[in-house]
């Protein structure tokens, strides 16, 4: 049974620091590249972050470049995001996701309210 367990996320002030982690089981780890996005309350789901499946290359976009970053640890079978400097524009639900060709996995989110 495949399944991807986020934790991490809370509520955070301004500026503060989180880190969410995804633990996976049920399916090859270290064969899927990781992906972690967030769907803020009214729209629609979008990507942050991505790993390559040794986790020599990652990708983010714009909105959190330079203040969010994804790692991996194979041998454990978990992905994490490192997420600093939050803004409250960054509240959503965070989701990871694997990925390997016509095959994804989500898992079932956690919240992040970045609020004063």
């Known amino acids: 049974q495949v399944q991807l367990v986020e934790s991490g996320g809370g509520l955070v002030q301004p500026g503060g620091s989180l880190r969410l982690s995804c633990a996976a089981s049920?399916?090859?780890?270290?064969?899927?590249?990781m992906r972690w996005n967030r769907q803020a309350p009214g729209k629609e789901r979008e990507l942050d972050a991505t790993?390559?499946?040794?986790?020599?290359?990652?990708n983010y976009a714009d909105s959190v470049k330079g203040r969010f970053t994804i790692s991996r640890d194979n041998a454990k079978n978990t992905v994490y995001l490192q997420m600093n400097s939050l803004k409250p524009e960054d509240t959503a639900v965070y989701y990871c996701?694997?990925?390997?060709?016509?095959?994804?996995?989500w898992g079932q989110g956690t919240q992040v309210t970045v609020s004063s």
């Open positions: 996701n694997a990925v390997r060709g016509a095959n994804a996995y």
């Open positions: 790993i390559s499946t040794a986790g020599g290359s990652t």
């Open positions: 049920g399916f090859t780890f270290s064969r899927y590249a």
